[in-house]
């Protein structure tokens, strides 16, 4: 069935890994985590997780919550060295909730979708490369005079806390907005309360960091040659809600955690 699924997506590698009372039950891994070199994934190969990530961020705005830095219904402009507002609700604060539960009506605007973002996105891989910082991307993005934003495209015209849409760039505010509240960067942050308590030892946000013998490979599918294209390890400027890399070895110690909260 793994096999099959892998087929239908176009996968080139996957690991498995099922965990009972914080021990593996089941691992198994499929494929290839580099296409060249035919190299087989083991179950401390580093994927890329994509928006597996926004539970991590998650988490960490819950860990800065635990510490009493912050309330899930604190408007977050409390925390922001500018005004986040919706412009079709001026006098309606966005909280931690809203955006943790992508009911904040921040859209994924046509900036993000379109040019020149994922242009950006395509040179992933080049050695020219270079994602924008989270600070510098969320400041243009937000911020009234700054060159990303645009009123309608970057909010909903919902009224706050009504409607689900799923929200990117949400995400990435509250990395952000990780790093205002901590006075760390994000990496760091998660870094230190996170992944350190919990030995993941290998588990990184940013390419700098990673160490390159471990990474699967990312690649994308050309549906019109059938082939595959190597993208190579990357990270993007809102990393916060797609960036992370772990093992899925490494990863079962972070949902241990929720499974324990679940069980007491």
């Known amino acids: 069935m793994i096999q099959q699924h892998m087929e239908a997506a176009k996968l080139p590698g996957v690991s498995v890994l099922v965990f009972k009372d914080g ?51 604190d408007d977050i402009n409390k925390h922001l060295p500018f005004s986040v507002k919706n412009p079709s609700f001026p006098d309606t604060a966005i909280t931690f909730r809203m955006l943790l539960s992508h009911v904040s009506s921040v859209s994924d605007g046509s900036f993000f979708f379109g040019s020149p973002y994922w242009d950006m996105y395509n040179e992933i891989g080049k050695p020219t490369y270079k994602a924008e ?6 400041t243009h993005y937000f911020k009234s005079d700054e060159k990303y934003y645009d009123e309608k495209d970057n909010f909903n015209d919902a009224k ?18 990780v790093e205002q509240v901590s006075g760390m960067p994000f990496n760091e942050f998660c ?32 549906l019109l040659s059938n082939t595959y294209v190597r993208l190579g390890a990357y990270e993007l400027s809102t990393y916060s809600e797609s960036g992370l890399k772990t093992s899925s070895a490494e990863f079962m110690r972070f949902l241990h955690v929720f499974w324990i909260m679940v069980k007491r």
């Open 191 to 222: 870094k230190q309360e996170i992944f350190s308590p919990l030995d993941m030892k290998h588990t990184r946000w940013l390419i700098k960091n990673v160490e390159k013998e471990t990474m699967a490979i990312p690649y994308n599918y050309n």
């Open 23 to 73: 021990k593996p039950v089941y691992s198994k891994q499929y494929g290839y985590t580099n296409l060249e070199t035919q190299e087989q994934p083991t179950q401390n190969s580093l994927f890329q997780v994509a928006s597996i990530s926004k539970l991590v961020t998650g988490t960490a705005i819950l860990k800065l919550y635990e510490q009493g830095k912050l309330h899930l219904d």
């Open 160 to 177: 706050l806390g009504t409607m689900l849409e799923y929200s990117n760039v949400g995400y990435g505010l509250l990395g952000y907005l």
């Open 133 to 138: 910082p989270l600070d510098s991307f969320i």
